[in-house]
């Protein structure tokens, strides 16, 4: 699978053992930085990662930044994504499984490193249930 990533200065501590796992895992990761504790804009990195899901690059996009808000706010300006911010394993695969979600966003601030890991462990290996879902998702995206 090929897989987008991106984080801010703050998300960046986590980015290098999410990488290291996903690429021993046997992915393809594209890493659109940032590459440094230097403060930067989030949207400058969540945007490139979520354009390669939304037009099919990467199949999944993974974000990270302080609180995860900020780049899940600004992966979801785009059309086709669906991104979740997650804090936990059980809601990283329910993004999965009933929202089908395809990018996930972890808030580095309020989890441990490990819980990140599992959390994106868990996203990449759950697929979307369908079924009633589907209805659902197709009701997210909508023309203005």
Known sequence: M?????CDHAGFPYKSAIVDMLKNKGHEVIDFGTHSLESVDYPDFAHPT???V???IAQLGILLC??????????????????????????AELARTHNDAN??????????EKTALNM?????????????HQRRVDKIHRSC
């Not at 706010?73 to 994504?81: E, L, R, S, T, Y």
């Not at 990018?103 to 441990?112: D, S």
């Open 2 to 6: 090929i897989i987008s990533i991106g």
């Open 50 to 52: 979520a354009t390669f």
């Open 54 to 56: 939304e037009d099919g």
């Open 66 to 91: 302080g609180s995860g808000n900020g780049v899940c706010m600004a992966a979801n300006k785009h059309q086709g994504i669906r991104a979740a911010l997650c804090w936990n394993t059980e809601l």
């Open 103 to 112: 990018m996930i966003c972890v808030p580095v601030r309020f989890v441990e």
């Open 120 to 132: 994106i462990e868990a996203f990449i290996s759950t697929a979307f249930e369908g079924g009633r």
